[in-house]
């Protein structure tokens, strides 16, 4: 398989020191991120709200620069081609966002939206965007006699199928879904996520699915990373995180997740206490204030990515395994 992206080793730090302060303090938003995504798979990201996911979208996109590491396209570093080259590519990285309501200009009809990328990208002739307008509408399942309407004459799924529309104009190789179904409600949340999928088989297009809610990322994800605090925790296929998660934080997760009968598991356990400032980290493994396996190491040594069966990976000293072991694993 194809990998279509590769990030290795991504750090953003935002600075947040007053202007000629001395003492520079900086948020760690992301800090030493790597994983690749190969052609027609979904990764799906998911932790807390701050744990740095949706920068990790924002970093890919362009729209921030990273403080160091690399994210490749197709083998090409997007950090270090020059803009006319970046432009060129843009077309291949799309983005669906979390909100419908603002994602569409208001004072453009539908028609006018989705012919715009169409146009800035020179995807078709001026002469056929109708006729690629009205193919991208019912590619999404709206009418495309709906064209000349404008947003606010649509319901919220409606308008994210034409965000969705209007992502798949440039015929992109990778979309950043951005928590896309979060804003929605629960009635049509299902058809979104059906309808990203019917659209990457027919499509052949990688996503980086980016959400909080555990059981959207099941339906979708084909691998799943889990993210605390700026760092991927554990990562794997979703059996395997699904079936057999391993660290404590994304048992953690699983375990305080919302349920139908809250009084079918008195005894599940409830994530306990807040994230810690991604400013101040705490030192060594920073879910060790939250963890209930914490042992002295914790507070003291920094845990490492690492592969402990198949492509299952974990950061944690509970599976810290001996150099010989790592050498074959790795
Ligand atoms: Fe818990 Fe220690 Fe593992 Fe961190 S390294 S998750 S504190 S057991």
Known sequence: MNKIIEVKDLVKYFEIS?????????????????????????????G???????????????????????????????NSISKKELRKI?????????????????????????????SIHKIVYKYDYSKEVKRLLELVGISSKDAKKFPHE????????????????TRPKFIIC?????????????QIL??????????????????HSLNVIRHVSNR???MYLGKIVEMGTTEEIYNNPLHPYTKALFLSAPVLNPWSNKDREILSGEIPSPIFPPKGCSFHPRCKYATGICSEKKPFL???????????????????????LT
């Open 18 to 46: 007053p202007a000629h302060s001395i003492n520079k303090n900086y948020v760690k938003a992301v800090d030493g991120v790597s994983f690749d995504i190969f052609e027609g798979e979904t990764l799906g990201l998911v």
């Open 48 to 78: 807390e709200s701050g744990c740095g996911k949706s920068t990790i979208g924002r970093l890919i996109l362009g729209l921030t620069k990273p403080t160091s590491g690399e994210i490749f396209l197709e083998g090409r570093n997007i």
């Open 90 to 118: 843009r077309k291949d990285i799309q983005v669906v966002f979390q909100n419908p309501y603002s994602a569409l200009d208001p004072k453009m009809t539908i028609e006018d939206i989705l012919s715009e990328p169409l």
């Open 154 to 169: 649509f319901s919220g799924g409606q308008r994210q199928r034409i965000c969705i529309a209007r992502a798949i104009a």
């Open 178 to 190: 951005d928590e896309p179904v979060s804003a929605l409600d629960v009635s049509v949340q299902s």
């Open 194 to 211: 059906n309808l990203l999928d019917d659209l990457q088989k027919e499509l052949n297009v990688s996503y980086l699915f980016i959400a």
């Open 224 to 226: 799943v990373a889990v």
């Open 306 to 328: 690492q592969t402990i069966d198949g492509s299952h990976k974990i950061s944690c000293h509970l599976y810290d395994i001996s150099d010989k072991t790592k050498e074959v």
